[in-house]
């Protein structure tokens, strides 16, 4: 059964500072996503990863997949009081879409 | 482009009732997946509908249907319900093919409360 694990769960940053969320899977993927989702609302797609190797870069968040050692990383830099969310990490079983198993998510809060 | 829609968005049930939400995904988009979300279990993917039939399925009871019409547009169905199915019920649509990114979007969400 595939699972996908993140850590840290729960990450209080200060604004300014750097800090990588990271995210194992237990079986084989080439596709990895990453969201956000703020309180009470739905998922905001960031970043979508498809292949070993790939790196992706959006504002302060930069995110990387290393298919081999089934790990993805989120990488926060400078982080801001607007970062302030949980994050999300998915791995698409089937290479088709559809069916995401969902790691446990990364609540991240961002103090002046 | 509209995104995918959810109705309703939120809906108070008691138990042993029965609820149907509705999901329009994206123009375009075949595929279309619902996903439950609790405190306690986090995302779970319930199951996955591409060209009107059920392509993928979770692990949950019988009690959790769906279907898919020839538009696209996706209705899930809970029946006697449970305490236990109080949650925020998302769907999400995609390309749905192997030659897509196979990113999904999300609706807003259905917001269910059974008491």
């Known amino acids: 059964e595939l699972k996908v694990e993140q850590n840290p769960l729960f990450l209080s940053m200060q604004e300014g500072k750097n800090y990588t969320i990271y995210c194992n899977y237990s079986?084989?993927?080439?596709?990895l996503y990453w969201y956000r989702q703020d309180p009470g609302k739905s998922l905001e797609s960031l970043f979508v990863l498809l292949s070993n190797g790939a790196v992706k870069q959006e504002g302060r968040l930069m995110a990387s997949l290393d298919t081999k050692a089934r790990l993805s990383t989120l990488h926060i830099t400078a982080a801001v009081h607007d970062l302030s969310a949980t994050y999300f990490c998915?791995?698409?079983?089937?290479?088709?879409?559809?069916?995401?198993?969902f790691g446990q998510g990364t609540e991240l809060s961002v103090k002046p | 482009k509209a995104g995918v829609t959810q109705t309703p968005r939120y809906l108070i049930k008691t138990r042993g009732q029965q609820v149907t939400l509705s999901c329009s995904p994206i123009?375009?988009?075949?595929?279309v997946s619902w996903y439950q979300q609790t405190p306690g279990q986090g995302l779970q993917f319930l199951f996955e509908?591409?060209?009107?039939?059920?392509?993928n399925k979770g692990n949950f009871p019988g009690r959790f249907s769906g279907r898919q019409f020839s538009n696209s547009r996706s209705e899930m169905n809970v029946s006697t319900l449970e305490l236990g199915d109080s949650a925020l019920y998302l769907c999400a649509s995609s390309g749905g093919t192997s030659g897509s990114a196979g990113e999904l979007f999300f609706g807003e969400g259905s917001r269910l409360t059974v008491l």
């Open positions: 509908y591409f060209s009107e039939t059920q392509r």
């Open positions: 998915a791995v698409d079983r089937n290479n088709q879409g559809g069916k995401l198993i």
């Open positions: 123009s375009g988009h075949r595929s």
């Open positions: 079986t084989t993927s080439d596709r």
